[in-house]
Structures are given as structure tokens and as C-alpha cells.
């Protein structure tokens, strides 16, 4: 059995959910509230997806040369392989 406290909160929540259905405002205008395309929140939202964009980019720069570093390394040995075996014949 739950405690009254719990069925207090619950009971309160209950009620909340019913108050708000009989305001008589309209949730389609789109004026009420901020959102992500409006005023400053949507530059600041935007200006940290763009530098966490640039970061992951920067990441991804320095995987990508690391490869081509290791790409290059592997082919001079193959290059000096092939060296070494064109002179023995």
C-alpha cells in the first residue's frame, strides 16, 4: 500500500493535468514559450553545436592524418621491399 504522502502528490498531479485542459488557450499559435529558431537561446544553442561540430571535425582531421602518416610509412617499406628485390635479380 502507498503511503498518503505518495497518494497526496499523486492526487495533486491529477488534478494539475485537469486544470490545464480547460484553460481555453491554444498550444498551436506558437507564440507561448521559447524555442530552439527563436532569440538568443537559438544563438546560444546554435553557437554550441557549431563549436562542438568544429571540435569533432578537428578530431576527425587529426584521426585521418594519423592514417595517412601510417599509409605513407607503409608503403616506403613497400617500395624499399620491392627495391630489394628487383636488385637480387
Given at each position: 500500500?502507498?503511503?498518503?504522502?505518495?497518494?497526496?502528490?499523486?492526487?495533486?498531479?491529477?488534478?494539475?493535468?485537469?486544470?490545464?485542459?480547460?484553460?481555453?488557450?491554444?498550444?498551436?499559435?506558437?507564440?507561448?514559450g521559447a524555442t530552439a529558431s527563436s532569440g538568443q537561446f537559438g544563438e546560444k544553442e546554435k553557437a554550441i553545436e557549431n563549436q562542438w561540430a568544429r571540435?569533432?571535425?578537428?578530431?576527425k582531421l587529426k584521426i585521418l592524418r594519423k592514417m595517412l602518416e601510417d599509409?605513407?610509412?607503409?608503403?616506403?617499406?613497400?617500395?624499399a621491399k620491392i627495391n630489394e628485390v628487383s636488385k637480387k635479380q
Amino acid at each position: 500500500m502507498l503511503p498518503r504522502a505518495a497518494l497526496r502528490v499523486r492526487a495533486q498531479g491529477a488534478r494539475q493535468v485537469s486544470r490545464r485542459g480547460y484553460t481555453g488557450q491554444s498550444y498551436e499559435t506558437g507564440t507561448q514559450g521559447a524555442t530552439a529558431s527563436s532569440g538568443q537561446f537559438g544563438e546560444k544553442e546554435k553557437a554550441i553545436e557549431n563549436q562542438w561540430a568544429r571540435a569533432h571535425d578537428a578530431e576527425k582531421l587529426k584521426i585521418l592524418r594519423k592514417m595517412l602518416e601510417d599509409a605513407k610509412k607503409t608503403t616506403e617499406n613497400l617500395e624499399a621491399k620491392i627495391n630489394e628485390v628487383s636488385k637480387k635479380q
